[in-house]
């Protein structure tokens, strides 16, 4: 029997959810190929990256780069082929000769190619949960048309994913409700009053799990839980009110599904990212991650919590942001985008991230065509970002 290896492109290849799909793909030398990378400013390790994999194609963000990623290849002899800008990760997303395509970009810009990805029909991993925030509707209608297989690279939907059967048509019937659950971040526990002097490196010490920095900061003010409840609404096609989050500080439980007749399902593991990278890479098969075991013997206790409202104000913004018209995820999740940004090159302050996101989503009011294309969410997303850059200048300390 021939066995052909999935031919993989991935996207936002030296970040932490790229460095550990490349860590998986690593351990199935004789599964998986490399077709494509791609970095936006990290040239010398998407070089390294080249080097080890001799991917066909690699792209960064701009032809300044790309001619140092080609100078640094040519000296090592690497015939790897260089490419720059937007439009060539929707190439690579969508190159026939790719199956599957891994989303590790962070951030609303990875929208288009995913959306390149799925009109291709492509194996689309998703770890990108902005682009999905952006795309909503139009994301999803692009993976219906294109007959893409989308899967949940995020902890918490591959853990849904993994307790839903293959048969997406049975969903609905099964599903009462989906329980989120939440690590807390670092700031679980702190004085609320001390947290408008926190600073960006205390944000991105997360007590779990090891991320890039936009995720932690995000993981610190629960936003990012609040992005994943809208994802969670697109991917499993839910009501808001089928949603709930629970702090669960151990980030051992990763998510559960509530079933009409009660009985609860939940998928356990390590907090560590290689096992939903390897869930959607080897999906319906399953491949060893590299992850250590469970080992229930030296768990102390598996504990739960309300998210206290006040402390997590974003969590709101999400539930709102889904039940307000067309375009207001992807308001918030701009606001949020340009407030992250701020505050980790120190213009504003931790609690201000709120006030920001907040203020945004009051004064842009999102108005889009009843079927809005790409260029009307991009719009509207630019829209945000400029009104939340204000408010920002406004703060700035
Ligand atoms: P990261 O910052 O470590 O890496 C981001 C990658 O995207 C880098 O390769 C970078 O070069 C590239 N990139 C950044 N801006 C870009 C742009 N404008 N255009 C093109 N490429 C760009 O981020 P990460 O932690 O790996 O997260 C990536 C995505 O996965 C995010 O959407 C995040 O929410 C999601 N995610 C991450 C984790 C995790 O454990 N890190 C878990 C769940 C979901
Ligand atoms: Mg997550």
Redo the contacts with the bound molecule.
């Keep these: 029997m021939t066995c052909t290896k999935q031919r993989l492109t991935i996207?936002?290849?030296?970040?932490?959810?790229?460095t550990n799909t490349l860590d998986v793909v690593a351990r199935h030398p004789e599964q998986y190929e490399v077709f494509a990378l791609?970095?936006?400013?990290?040239i010398e390790a998407l070089a390294a990256q080249c080097l080890q994999w001799r991917p066909r194609f690699a792209a960064v963000?701009d032809e300044a780069g790309a001619r140092r990623l080609r100078a640094l290849l040519a000296d090592a002899g690497c015939a790897t082929e260089v490419m720059s800008g937007?439009q060539a990760?929707c190439e690579l997303a969508a190159h026939p000769d790719v199956d599957a395509v891994m989303a590790?970009?962070?951030?609303a810009?990875?929208l288009a190619p995913c959306l390149a990805a799925a009109r291709a029909g492509k194996r689309l991993l998703l770890?990108?949960?902005?682009a999905l925030v952006v795309g909503g509707a139009l994301f999803m209608d692009a993976v219906h048309a294109g007959g893409a297989t989308l899967l949940p690279?995020?902890?918490e939907h591959s853990a849904i994913f993994q307790c839903l059967p293959d048969d997406r048509a049975a969903w609905p019937a099964r599903i009462d409700h989906i329980i989120l659950t939440a690590s807390g971040g670092p700031f679980r526990q702190r004085d609320p009053a001390t947290l408008a002097a926190v600073t960006p490196q205390e944000a991105c010490a997360h007590p779990n799990?090891?991320?890039?920095?936009?995720?932690s900061v995000?993981s610190a003010t629960m936003m990012?839980k609040a992005?994943e409840v809208i994802e969670a609404r697109w991917l499993f096609e839910l009501q808001p009110q089928q949603i709930r989050v629970v702090i669960h500080p151990q980030s051992i439980i990763h998510s559960m599904v509530v079933c009409r007749d009660r009985s609860v399902l939940a998928q356990l593991g390590t907090p560590d990212?290689r096992v939903p990278i390897a869930v959607g890479l080897a999906h319906p098969q399953r491949i060893e991650s590299g992850a250590e075991l469970l080992d229930f013997t030296r768990l102390s206790a598996l504990t739960f919590e309300e998210p206290d409202p006040q402390r997590f104000p974003g969590l709101q913004l999400a539930f709102d942001a889904l039940q307000g018209p067309e375009g207001s995820t992807a308001v918030l999740n701009a606001a949020n985008e340009e407030a992250v940004a701020a505050f980790l090159d120190g213009t504003i302050g931790f609690t201000d991230i709120h006030r920001v996101n907040a203020a945004t989503i009051e004064r842009v009011l999102p108005s889009l065509p009843a079927q809005p294309a790409l260029q009307d969410l991009l719009a509207l997303d630019e829209r945000a970002r400029a009104q939340a850059r204000h408010f920002v200048k406004g703060m700035a300390t």
């Design positions: 996207l936002g290849a030296t970040g932490s959810i790229g791609s970095a936006h400013q990290r963000a937007p990760l590790a970009i962070v951030g810009a990875g770890a990108n949960k902005e690279i995020d902890s799990w090891v991320m890039g920095r936009k995720i995000d990012n992005l990212m």
